[in-house]
Each structure stands twice: as structure tokens, then as C-alpha cells.
T-cell receptor, first 116, second 115 residues
Framework: KQEVTQIPAALSVPEGENLVLNCSFT??????LQWFRQDPGKGLTSLLL?????REQTSGRLNASLDKSSGRSTLYIAASQPGDSATYLC???????????????FGQGTILTVHP | GAGVSQSPSNKVTEKGKDVELRCDPI?????LYWYRQRLGQGLEFLIY????????KSGLPSDRFSAERTGESVSTLTIQRTQQEDSAVYLC?????????????FGPGTRLLVL
């Protein structure tokens, strides 16, 4: 059974700092890995998706890396801003097969607070 | 266009009562997913629909939980005889197909509190 763990559970930083969020998963047979942002009272917003054959993806101040063999991913946020405050969720998608199409396994999230 | 919508946004109920949660997927999306998020936890997969059938119900926590989908559109998640441990945010997502390469689009969730 796939298990996804995120560290730290919570993080509070001053504005402008660079920071790293960590995600680990137990089964390396994944199709892709995705980072989401969750704001209170709103749905999840997809930030970055890394296919299993890829090493990293970048979008603006965000960079996500994937080391499938070791079961790890990191989300790097550069020059953090108060508007980055949210819960960040990591999710892995199982390979095709059986009835597991599209099934995502989520970590418990990292609550990020960026204060001015 | 319109995204995934869910209703109600908040629901408070008494232990032992039945509740129904509704999800309206993006029009034309054939796959629909239900997840549960307990306080401080990640999302737990409950069930997914391809059309009106549910190939994977493996995440439903007990027989008090059931879901249906009609017209390849609206889905209803029903919880019978609610318990306090059912308190959570219930999130729905949809995707054009059910394939592994498909992006899932999430609704805002229904926050359920069982007293």
C-alpha cells in the first residue's frame, strides 16, 4: 500500500526566505507526482506535475524535483511572499492497471505561513 | 467555464442522522472522484466513477457510506447513521477521462461536522 509522508507538518518563515518542502513515498512504481496548494474553504489548485520519467518541473518561483528510485520529492519556493501562505499537498498517482486509474494518494500536507 | 461545485458548503448534523453531499462535475467530464480530508490529514480516496459505474469503491470506510452517480453528471455521497469520526471535509474531483494522465479538478469541498 502506497504511503506518502510530508515534512515538516508546519513551517513559518519571514517574507523573502527560500524554503523547501519535502515529500516521501514508499512505492516507487508511480505514474506521476503532483504538488497542490490548498487555501481554506477552497478546492485544491495544482501547482506542478512531474511525470515519473522527469527529474524536475519549474513554474515561476516554484521548482519541484523527483527522485523516484529513492521515493522523494521536494518543492522549492524562492523568495517567499505572504500570499504563499497555504497548505501544500503532495500526491502520487499509481501506474495504470486494475481499477487504480487516476487514483491519487496524498500526504498529510505542510502548513506554510509566510509573515511580512 | 464553471468548475466543480459541491453543496452544501457546510453541514452540521447530529450523530445518527443521515446526510447527503452533492457534487456537480465539470460538464463533459466522465470521471468523478470522492475524497475525505480529516483535520490535519491528507486526502483519503473514497470512490471513483467512470460514467455511472464505480469501478473502485475500495476507499469507502464502512457500509454506512454509499455513492451514486446519474446521467454521467451529478453524484451524491450518502452517509447513514453519522458518527463523530465522520466529521471531515469531503472533496469531489472530476476529470475528462479516468486515465492516469488525466488532471483532476477539485471542488471547494463540503465541511461536515457531526455533533
Amino acid at each position: 500500500k502506497q504511503e506518502v509522508t510530508q515534512i515538516p507538518a508546519a513551517l513559518s518563515v519571514p517574507e523573502g526566505e527560500n524554503l523547501v518542502l519535502n515529500c516521501s513515498f514508499t512505492d516507487s512504481a508511480i505514474y506521476n507526482l503532483q504538488w497542490f496548494r490548498q487555501d481554506p474553504g477552497k478546492g485544491l489548485t495544482s501547482l506542478l506535475l512531474i511525470q515519473s520519467s522527469q527529474r524536475e518541473q519549474t513554474s515561476g518561483r516554484l521548482n519541484a524535483s523527483l527522485d523516484k528510485s529513492s521515493g522523494r520529492s521536494t518543492l522549492y519556493i524562492a523568495a517567499s511572499q505572504p500570499g504563499d501562505s497555504a497548505t501544500y499537498l503532495c500526491a502520487v498517482r499509481a501506474n495504470a492497471g486494475g481499477t487504480s486509474y487516476g487514483k491519487l494518494t496524498f500526504g498529510q500536507g505542510t502548513i506554510l505561513t509566510v509573515h511580512p | 467555464g464553471a468548475g466543480v461545485s459541491q453543496s452544501p458548503s457546510n453541514k452540521v448534523t447530529e450523530k445518527g442522522k443521515d446526510v447527503e453531499l452533492r457534487c456537480d462535475p465539470i460538464s463533459g467530464h466522465t470521471a468523478l472522484y470522492w475524497y475525505r480530508q480529516r483535520l490535519g490529514q491528507g486526502l483519503e480516496f473514497l470512490i471513483y466513477f467512470q460514467g455511472n459505474s464505480a469501478p473502485d469503491k475500495s476507499g469507502l470506510p464502512s457500509d454506512r457510506f454509499s455513492a451514486e452517480r446519474t446521467g454521467e453528471s451529478v453524484s451524491t455521497l450518502t452517509i447513514q447513521r453519522t458518527q463523530q469520526e465522520d466529521s471531515a471535509v469531503y472533496l469531489c474531483a472530476s476529470s475528462p477521462q479516468a486515465g492516469v494522465g488525466e488532471t483532476q479538478y477539485f471542488g471547494p469541498g463540503t465541511r461536515l461536522l457531526v455533533l
